[in-house]
């Protein structure tokens, strides 16, 4: 028997159902390009966003960039990838303008231009007596001048020119860090002391001084997160006065520990069996850092046992 052709109405109803099927997109990947004046401090640079979680690479080909730039583009592990090219490159230098117009067509790029006064520059040479990439053959003051006039076209491209004469090494990450850092989640963790301090706790606080539900036999059984258990312990004013002073305390102190390069803190609450008073305590605090604007996840990890 000869099959049945399907329709023409059939046939565009298909066609629709398969157009509007979502397809599964991975996050968009992101490049940064490092480069500027040798001695401004582009590896300490690179070191800081190795700290927050970028892929690096120094002194990578300039005829490499596009290949590099598709790869990360179609990477399911690479999101993030920061890399340093400068005057070592030589003549194919004068190619990165056109390189990076066309990398920034195929994924989100940013580049940072570093800097610094003439002086300083002169200043660091001097201290480290390392010898300046364009050669030994002329003074380092010449060279310097001559590389500056190589990357003028070059820094004009940038998004962002950094003039590190008054920074430090240290100050340099920390303002790499506070621009390029997205915080991950902070966690509250709740946890019983008899089974052990959470080893990847960065703040431990002891709630073992509030009254312990687990002595009133209808509460035994159950977690700080039953109705019940939660207001007989938020029924003692310390109880409410704690939440309140931690609270504020962390909310003092999280902008302190982004500004110092900490990624995420792990906030440990501990009472003796972790399964009542510090499972209220940590999500008591995680709703009031989360009405102060932060990310904050509850782990609750020994409850129940």
């Given at each position: 028997m000869p099959r049945r052709r399907p329709s023409q109405t059939s046939q565009r109803?298909?066609?629709?159902?398969?157009?509007?099927?979502?397809?599964?997109?991975?996050?968009?990947?992101?490049?940064?390009?490092?480069?500027?004046?040798?001695?401004?401090?582009?590896?300490?640079?690179?070191?800081?966003?190795?700290?927050?979680?970028?892929?690096?690479?120094?002194?990578?080909?300039?005829?490499?960039?596009?290949?590099?730039?598709?790869?990360?583009?179609?990477?399911?592990?690479?999101?993030?990838?920061?890399?340093?090219?400068?005057?070592?490159?030589?003549?194919?230098?004068?190619?990165?303008?056109?390189?990076?117009?066309?990398?920034?067509?195929?994924?989100?790029?940013?580049?940072?231009?570093?800097?610094?006064?003439?002086?300083?520059?002169?200043?660091?040479?001097?201290?480290?007596?390392?010898?300046h990439p364009l050669g030994t053959s002329a003074p380092v003051k010449t060279s310097?001048?001559?590389?500056?006039?190589?990357?003028?076209?070059?820094?004009?491209?940038?998004?962002?020119?950094?003039?590190?004469?008054?920074?430090?090494?240290?100050?340099?990450?920390?303002?790499?860090?506070?621009?390029?850092?997205?915080?991950?989640?902070?966690?509250?963790?709740?946890?019983g002391f008899r089974h052990g301090v959470p080893e990847d706790a960065d703040l431990?606080?002891?709630?073992?001084?509030?009254?312990?539900?687990?002595?009133?036999?209808?509460?035994?059984?159950?977690?700080?997160?039953?109705?019940?258990?939660?207001?007989?312990?938020?029924?003692?004013?310390?109880?409410?006065?704690?939440?309140?002073?931690?609270?504020?305390?962390?909310?003092?102190?999280?902008?302190?520990?982004?500004?110092?390069?900490?990624?995420?803190?792990?906030?440990?609450?501990?009472?003796?069996?972790?399964?009542?008073?510090?499972?209220?305590?940590?999500?008591?605090?995680?709703?009031?850092?989360?009405?102060?604007?932060?990310?904050?996840?509850?782990?609750?990890?020994?409850?129940?046992?």
């Amino acid at each position: 028997m000869p099959r049945r052709r399907p329709s023409q109405t059939s046939q565009r109803e298909q066609a629709k159902k398969r157009k509007t099927i979502p397809r599964k997109t991975r996050p968009v990947g992101e490049l940064v390009i490092i480069t500027g004046m040798s001695g401004s401090g582009k590896a300490s640079v690179l070191k800081a966003f190795e700290d927050l979680g970028y892929y690096c690479v120094d002194n990578l080909p300039v005829g490499l960039i596009p290949r590099f730039a598709e790869l990360v583009g179609r990477s399911s592990e690479i999101e993030r990838t920061a890399l340093v090219v400068d005057v070592r490159e030589g003549e194919q230098l004068a190619s990165l303008p056109d390189i990076i117009k066309s990398v920034r067509r195929m994924l989100p790029t940013k580049m940072i231009f570093l800097e610094a006064e003439e002086s300083v520059l002169l200043r660091r040479y001097s201290e480290t007596r390392r010898p300046h990439p364009l050669g030994t053959s002329a003074p380092v003051k010449t060279s310097l001048a001559d590389e500056r006039r190589r990357l003028s076209s070059i820094r004009a491209l940038a998004d962002l020119v950094i003039d590190t004469s008054r920074f430090n090494v240290h100050e340099l990450r920390s303002y790499i860090t506070a621009k390029f850092q997205k915080h991950k989640s902070d966690s509250c963790v709740s946890f019983g002391f008899r089974h052990g301090v959470p080893e990847d706790a960065d703040l431990v606080f002891d709630v073992r001084f509030l009254p312990n539900p687990h002595f009133v036999p209808e509460f035994r059984p159950l977690t700080g997160q039953h109705p019940k258990v939660a207001k007989y312990i938020r029924s003692f004013p310390q109880t409410k006065e704690f939440i309140q002073r931690i609270s504020e305390l962390l909310v003092y102190l999280l902008p302190h520990y982004i500004h110092e390069g900490k990624s995420y803190l792990t906030i440990s609450f501990g009472c003796t069996g972790g399964q009542h008073r510090s499972v209220l305590i940590a999500e008591e605090v995680s709703k009031r850092l989360r009405k102060s604007g932060y990310h904050v996840k509850v782990v609750h990890r020994d409850s129940p046992k």
